[in-house]
């Protein structure tokens, strides 16, 4: 089956900036794909090639089996929502009039906007002008209107850029809701913290390039960083450790009942024999690596201090 | 055509929320009203003269207060749209650059339409009403004249801030732009025409001056009102001098027609060219 979005060495440059260089990349159906990177790896212009907004100096983009900047873009673009980074829409409008807009341009009724406005919780501000939003009211506008007309394919630039934890939740119940129904998503983020259990495909792009792309365990695979044990119980006893420490464990002891064991993929079997045999252990929990351990180990190794691009 | 018209519309309803259609009309009413009522202080008398009177008083006043409006209404129409993030959201639907960009110019010019027409008509009316001097059927006519060619000339500067929003990148760069065109059209150009004039001896002479006004959509706005309508000629002076014969009120209405169409065909090929 051919993917929603296929991107074939794709080259892109503004001036002297290189933006990308020598990009490939797919999203299957139905999952959602992470582009990570810091500000100005080149997220934002992958993105901006997808929607045929900007034509790759060389390579190819194929999104829902065409090409976004073909003779028939208009049919596709009514099946893509797009979420651009820190949206300001029109102050003066209020979220309904913003709404019911970006719905006549999508060639949809007036009335797909009222279910979006409950669903996001707009509703009760739905008839105050924009200016008065919130950042997080504001995102979550700008939610609703790539969600008009539930598209096949979204693209979601930063959408958790400069909320507080509730609006963040917010966003990934609604990241959930879509990897639910079946829709491709493809956001972007540079902060990682808490993406991880909402992304199915991770793709690291540093200074235009893709520096690695898979789902978060193969990834962590490849990298060899194994796992992070967690086990709490009675941990008083120092000879524990160093028998764990023996087997090729990295243990560091976090309090008088809890221990941290970095443990390489090969050994995590023999380790966890190892620890279950200890009397007075009471849980254990084994994590994958997590994506700031992936992306440390992946990402670029030295990162500009500013974006050197405003358009990536 | 419905994009456009959805943009149009969007335009116009921002033009209503913002309050720009009512403070425009207002400050047309407002000197329409004026200029009727102090428009013949000079000769001693106050209180409502002539439609003819009100008309040249207005037509002169309007070279300089329409375009500054329409570049004010216009110039952050794209860079403003850029600046706030919707551009590229916009042009993620089924919305191509053309049709925004009409679709924008519609909506300023129905802005402009419309408070032109109020403003000034409901002026028109009111010193139809109470002049001393009745209004004949050519003088109405010569009012008509008057709005249509008011809108034609803001639309020609709605075209030229367009252009400006779509060539610079920052809203304060479109702003001072649209100021310096506002400085060009309006003062340096007749001041330069003027002093090719004097300094060439009237070389230049009397068949290539003309049609060097009509470089200038203030000029040819001054030339279609002051020199179109004889009720009105009598009262103008100057300008129409260089009327005679030559530009018909029809022909005038055309080159301000170019002038919309000219700035803005330059705004769109160079719109559809850009890097977003």
Redesign the interface.
Known sequence: MTPPVRLENLHKRYGRIQALGGVSLSAREGEVLGLLGHNGAGKTTLMKLVLGLTRPDSGRVEVLGRDPCGGDARGLRRRIGYLPESVGFYGELTGREVLRYFARLKGIGRGASEPLLERLGLAPAADRPVKGYSNGMRQRLGLAQALLGEPALLLLDEPTAGLDPDATRDVYSMLDELRRRGATVILSSHVLAGIERHIDQAAIIGSGRLLASGNLEELGRRAGLGVTIRAGGDWADERRLAVLAERGALVRRRSATEVELRVPGAIKLEILRVLLAFDGIRDVAVEPPSLEMLYDHYGPSTRPAEAPCATS | MR?IL??AG?EF??GL??RWVLAITVVFALLAVGLAYFGSAASGFVGVTSLATTLVSLASLAVFLIPLIALLLAYDTVVGER????L?????????RSQLLTGKLLGHGLILAVSTAVGFGSAGVLVTLVAREGADMQLLLSFAYFILSATLLGLAFVAIAHLISVTVDEKSRAAGAALVAWFLFVLVFDLLLLGGLVATGGAVGKTVFPYLLLLNPTDVFRLANLGGFEPVRTYAGLASIVVEGTFTPARLLLVLGLWVAVPFGLALWRFRGR??
């Open positions: 994009n959805i943009v969007k309803h921002d929320r913002n600046e706030r993030g919707t590229d959201l916009l042009l993620s639907y089924p919305l191509s890097e977003l």
